[in-house]
């Protein structure tokens, strides 16, 4: 009686080493495949607002769907022709307009079968009153949220969706 009993428990002990560690091979896995796409999606995004920090319309203009949909808590709904004009007419006034990713605020999720899903918070800020920040001027700075949509097609990304809000 004692041997079947020691036999049940050592057969439940074998099983349950087997299931936990084909769990956490899974884990293992997840956690590898979750960070490459968060380190693909943090470089898309430094690219992305490279590109508009320096006033690249072109390269710029790359990294959005044309069917793009601009969601933001103050303009309203928007699409990609607004979004490319913007940069247009910010180059065109020489605006000195940057943005950079709040450090630490960057998540990345996948959307199986599309791509990712990005949040996060960026600074926008520009010199205020015509002088530079190291002089009477100040830089004039906002801090805000973001979630954009990436749609990964033919191994490139481009953003389909922005919802920009906390203005």
């Not at 022709?81 to 943005?99: E, G, H, M």
């Not at 990713?101 to 205020?128: D, N, R, W």
């Amino acid at each position: 009686m004692k041997s079947v009993l020691i036999n049940k428990i050592v057969l439940i002990l074998i099983a349950l080493v087997v299931v936990l560690g084909s769990a956490n091979a899974q884990l293992k896995e997840d956690v590898a495949t979750t960070t490459d796409l968060y380190n693909e999606i943090k470089l898309q995004d430094s690219l992305l607002f490279a590109a508009f920090n320096t006033r690249d319309i072109e390269t710029f203009k790359n990294y959005f769907s044309e069917d793009l949909e601009f969601f933001h808590d103050i303009g309203g709904l928007t699409g990609y022709d607004v979004t490319i004009n913007f940069l247009k007419t910010t180059a065109q006034q020489k605006s000195d307009l940057k943005r950079e990713l709040v450090k630490g605020s960057l998540e990345v999720f996948p959307i199986p079968g599309y791509g990712a899903m990005e949040i996060g918070s960026h600074q926008f800020c520009h010199t205020e009153n015509g002088s530079p920040p190291d002089r009477q001027g100040k830089d004039d700075c906002g801090t805000f949220k973001f979630v954009q949509i990436w749609q990964k097609k033919d191994d490139q990304w481009k953003i389909t969706r922005v919802v920009s809000y906390g203005h």
